[in-house]
Structures are given as C-alpha cells and as structure tokens.
C-alpha cells in the first residue's frame, strides 16, 4: 500500500495510506455534491472535479491536498471545517465497522476498488483523517511527520 504525505500550510501535515485519502475523498465528495448546503465556497466546482480526480484513482503516486489552490481565503476554510465536521456527525450514526455494502457503493472508476475493499473497515481510520483534515485547517495541527496509521485487521 503507498503512502502519501499530506500537508496544508508551512509544511505541516501527516503520512497516510493513499486507498485511506481515497476512501475519505469519497465521504467529501459525496458530501460537496450537495451544492446547495455549502454555497459558501468560492468556487465548488473545481472542489467536485479534484475530489472526482481522487476518488477514481487518477491521482495514485501523486495524491496531495490541492486545497490551497482553490480556497480563496478564510471563508473556504471554515466552509471545509463545516463539511468535514458534518461528515464526522454522520459516521458517528454508523457502527464501528464500515460495511463491505457501503465501500462498493461509491462510485470509482479504480480497477481495484472493489477488491481492495474487501472487508469490514473501522470508521476511526476515516475519523481520524477529518479530525487531522480539521486541525490542519483551523491551524492547529504542528507535526511535520505524522503517520495517521492504518489499522485493518
């Protein structure tokens, strides 16, 4: 499994399994797709096409957080900290483990996605992605190294 390093601002950021950032980026693009509840984004529209660009898996080997080349300012921090906070309240309804059923129901046009998700996964590995995703945008997160770490038994 490949690794990449995410980062936001002065070098900052965190290690994680790419499969993992394209599990999350499938919550944020499901998420994005409902326009209307985050119209406070500058521009929606190149968030959708990114987000679709990693969920299919066209950004393996180069996965990284474009973010700061879409956000025009504050305003589209905070709307990003609202959506990955609601995704959060909404995995929090689920049980412990993610069905097989819920990964194979995303969308992607990887030609491993289904037989990579083969089995139960434990909702903390995406929890813990958006709490850093989050701590990264409210400038609270200092490591410059971190592994998010992947626990899949």
Same mark, same amino acid.
């Given at each position: 499994?490949?690794?990449?390093? %995410?980062?936001?601002?002065? &070098?900052?950021?965190?290690?994680?399994? #790419?499969?993992?950032? #394209?599990?999350?980026?499938?919550?944020?693009?499901?998420?994005?797709?409902? &326009?209307?509840?985050?119209?406070?984004? *500058?521009?929606?529209?190149?968030?959708?096409?990114?987000?679709?660009?990693? %969920?299919?898996?066209?950004?393996?080997?180069?996965?990284?957080? *474009? +973010?700061?080349?879409?956000?025009?300012?504050?305003?589209?921090?905070?709307?990003? %900290?609202?959506?990955?906070?609601?995704?959060?309240? &909404?995995? $929090?309804?689920?049980? #412990?483990? %993610?069905?097989?059923?819920?990964? $194979?129901?995303?969308?992607?046009?990887?030609?491993? +996605?289904? *037989?990579? +998700?083969?089995?139960?996964?434990?909702?903390?590995?995406?929890?813990?992605?958006?709490?850093?995703?989050?701590?990264?945008?409210?400038?609270?997160? #200092? *490591?410059?190294? $971190?592994?998010?770490?992947? &626990?899949?038994?």
């Amino acid at each position: 499994m490949a690794e990449t390093k %995410i980062d936001y601002k002065e &070098k900052k950021g965190f290690w994680v399994v #790419e499969d993992l950032m #394209e599990l999350a980026f499938q919550y944020i693009y499901n998420e994005l797709k409902q &326009k209307d509840t985050y119209d406070n984004f *500058s521009d929606i529209e190149k968030l959708l096409l990114d987000s679709n660009l990693i %969920i299919n898996g066209r950004c393996r080997g180069y996965l990284t957080l *474009s +973010w700061r080349r879409f956000f025009t300012g504050e305003q589209d921090e905070l709307e990003m %900290i609202r959506l990955l906070e609601n995704i959060i309240v &909404k995995l $929090h309804t689920k049980e #412990e483990m %993610i069905s097989v059923e819920e990964l $194979h129901s995303f969308s992607s046009e990887s030609e491993d +996605w289904k *037989s990579f +998700w083969d089995k139960p996964f434990p909702k903390e590995n995406l929890l813990n992605v958006f709490n850093a995703l989050i701590k990264m945008l409210k400038d609270e997160w #200092e *490591s410059t190294n $971190h592994d998010i770490g992947f &626990k899949w038994d």
